[in-house]
C-alpha cells in the first residue's frame, strides 16, 4: 500500500464506478469504494468498501481523513434512466440528493488537501432548444451557455461542474470534469426502471420470443450516442493525467434512433420481433456527442463501434434474464 498510489472513489457500488474501481485495481491502484449500496451484480474489486451514505458529511469527512488519496473519483449521484429522472417525480430528490453529494465531497476534498478530483457530469447538461431534431448534428463543449437542461437533474449536475470549478479557483483543488454521454455495458442496471435505453432494449429483446412483440417508448425515432464503458474508462484516466480541466464529453458521435437500437438488439439475438409504439418519458429528440474538443485536448476521442459493445452487453442481459445468449 505504502508505494502505490491510492484512489477514493465513490459511487463504487454502481455501474461506471463499479468499473472504474476495476480498471484502478488493474493499473495498480490501493482503491477505498464507497456506496450506500454494495454492487449488485459482482464483487467488488476495492482493496476496502465503505458502505455509507455520502448525504452525511460525518461520513465524507472520516473516509478522506484517514489515508492521504492521490485522487478521487466522484461518481455517486442520484441516478436513473429516462423513466426515473424526466416523469418529474423525483426532482425534489434528484436534486437534493446530488447536491448534496457534491457539496459534502468538495469541502472534503478542501479540508483533507486532496489535490486530484474527477466529477462525472452529464450530456443532459445541455439545453433542450438544440436538441429538437433527430439528425443532431452533436453537442459541443461551450454549447452548455445560455443554460437550459430540459430536467433538474441536468441543472444539479450544471451547478456541480460550476460549484467543483470554484473549488478549483478559490482552493486549489485540481478538478477534472467530463460530461457522460450515455454509458453502456455489462454490469449495469438492466430491469426495474432505472436502466438506459440499450439495456432496456437487450433485456426487452432477450425476454421476447422469436416472432413477438417489444415496447418502445414514442415513435422510437429519438436519436442518440451510446458509449461502451472500456471507452469511457480511458477518457476518465486520460482525463485526470491531463493538464485539462473541462468540462469534456465523453461520448460517441455514433447517432442510432431507439427503433434502430432495438433492430441491433435484435440481429445480435437472432430473433425476429416487431416493435409496439407506447406513449412513455423521452427526453429530447436527439443528442450526439461533438468530438474535437477532446480530440484536441487529450489527443485522443472514443472510436469503439456500436454494435461491439452491444454484443457484449446483449450476452450479459440476456444471461440475467436467463437466456443462453442466443
Ligand atoms: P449508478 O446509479 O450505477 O451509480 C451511482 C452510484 O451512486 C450508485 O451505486 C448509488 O448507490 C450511489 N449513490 C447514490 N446516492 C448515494 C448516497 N447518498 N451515498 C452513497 N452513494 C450513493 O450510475 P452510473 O451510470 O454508474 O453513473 C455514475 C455517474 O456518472 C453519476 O454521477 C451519473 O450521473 C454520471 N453519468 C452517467 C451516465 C451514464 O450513461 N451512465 C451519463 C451521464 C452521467
Redesign the pocket.
Known amino acids: 500500500m505504502h508505494n502505490q498510489k491510492k484512489a477514493l472513489v465513490?459511487?463504487?457500488?454502481?455501474?461506471?464506478?463499479?468499473?472504474l474501481v476495476e480498471r484502478l485495481k488493474k493499473e495498480g491502484y490501493w482503491v477505498r469504494g464507497?456506496?450506500?449500496?454494495q454492487?449488485e451484480y459482482r464483487k467488488t474489486a476495492a482493496d476496502e468498501f465503505v458502505q455509507?451514505?455520502?448525504?452525511?458529511q460525518g461520513?465524507c469527512r472520516s473516509i478522506t481523513k484517514d489515508i492521504h488519496f492521490d485522487e478521487l473519483y466522484?461518481?455517486?449521484?442520484?441516478?436513473?434512466g429516462a423513466g426515473y429522472i424526466f416523469t418529474g417525480e423525483h426532482d425534489a430528490v434528484v436534486m437534493h440528493?446530488?447536491a448534496?453529494?457534491n457539496l459534502n465531497m468538495a469541502e472534503s476534498a478542501k479540508e483533507t488537501g486532496i489535490k486530484k478530483l474527477f466529477?462525472?457530469?452529464?450530456?443532459?447538461i445541455y439545453p433542450e432548444h438544440i436538441q429538437k431534431e433527430a439528425n443532431n448534428p452533436g453537442l459541443k463543449e461551450t454549447d452548455a451557455y445560455p443554460a437550459a437542461p430540459d430536467s433538474e437533474?441536468g441543472w444539479e449536475?450544471l451547478f456541480s461542474e460550476r460549484m467543483f470549478l470554484s473549488y478549483a479557483r478559490n482552493f486549489g483543488l485540481e478538478v477534472h470534469i467530463a460530461?457522460?454521454?450515455?454509458?453502456?455495458g455489462p454490469y449495469?442496471?438492466w430491469t426495474g426502471g432505472?436502466e438506459?435505453a440499450p439495456a432496456a432494449m437487450c433485456r426487452k429483446v432477450a425476454e421476447a420470443a422469436d416472432g413477438g412483440t417489444i415496447e418502445v417508448w414514442g415513435d422510437g425515432e429519438q436519436t442518440r450516442t451510446f458509449?461502451y464503458i472500456d471507452e469511457?474508462l480511458e477518457g476518465i484516466r486520460r482525463l485526470m493525467e491531463s493538464a485539462v480541466s473541462g468540462p469534456v464529453n465523453i461520448g460517441s458521435d455514433e447517432l442510432i434512433s431507439i427503433n434502430n437500437l432495438a433492430k441491433m438488439a435484435m440481429e445480435i439475438a437472432g430473433k425476429k420481433i416487431s416493435i409496439n409504439h407506447i406513449p412513455g418519458p423521452l427526453g429530447v429528440r436527439g443528442r450526439s456527442s461533438d468530438n474535437t474538443y477532446i480530440q484536441q485536448a487529450l489527443g485522443w476521442r472514443p472510436m469503439s463501434r456500436l454494435i461491439d459493445g452491444m454484443r457484449v452487453t446483449y450476452t450479459w442481459i440476456a444471461k440475467q434474464v436467463g437466456e443462453n445468449g442466443k
Open positions: 465513490c459511487g463504487a457500488g454502481g455501474f461506471i464506478g463499479g468499473h464507497v456506496d450506500i449500496k454492487h455509507g451514505d455520502l448525504r452525511d461520513l466522484q461518481l455517486a449521484a442520484d441516478m436513473g440528493n446530488s448534496t453529494i466529477y462525472s457530469s452529464s450530456a443532459c437533474y449536475k460530461r457522460f454521454h450515455n454509458i453502456f449495469g442496471t432505472r438506459k458509449l469511457c
